[in-house]
C-alpha cells in the first residue's frame, strides 16, 4: 500500500450554504466515482476556500456524504490578486495500491481553467 493525494477544485455562483453543499458534495462525488475509492481507502481530506466563501464550512458539506468519521479540515486559501473567485479546493490523502499516474484528479465547473492540462 501507498499513500497518495489526489487533487480537485470547484466553484460557486454564490456564497450560500445550499451552494457550497452542493458543489462540494458534486466534486466529492466525482473524486470518489472517477476513481473508484472506497469509504476505508481515504485517510484524511483538507479543503480551502478562497476568502469571498463564508456561509459554509466545505468540511461540513462533506460529512453529509457519510464522511463524519473522516478526519476533514477547512483552510483559507491564499488571497492571490487575480485569483479565481469563490474557489474550493480538496486534496484527499488515500490509502492505495494505484500509482499515481492512475489517479484522475477532478475539476468542476470554472475551477476546469485551473488544471487545463489535465484530461477529462
Known sequence: MRILGLRGATTCDEDSVAEID??????VREMLERNGI??????????????????????????ALGLGDVPLICARELDIVGA??????????????????????????????LRDDLPE
Open 22 to 27: 452542493r458543489r462540494t458534495q458534486a466534486l
Open 38 to 63: 472506497e469509504h476505508e481507502d481515504i485517510i484524511s481530506i483538507v479543503f480551502t476556500a478562497t476568502d469571498d466563501l463564508h456561509a459554509q464550512f466545505p468540511a461540513t458539506s462533506a460529512r
Open 84 to 113: 479565481m473567485p469563490r474557489a474550493i479546493r480538496v486534496l484527499m490523502h488515500l490509502s492505495t495500491e494505484r500509482e499515481r499516474a492512475e489517479l484522475h484528479h477532478v475539476y468542476l465547473g470554472a475551477a476546469k481553467a
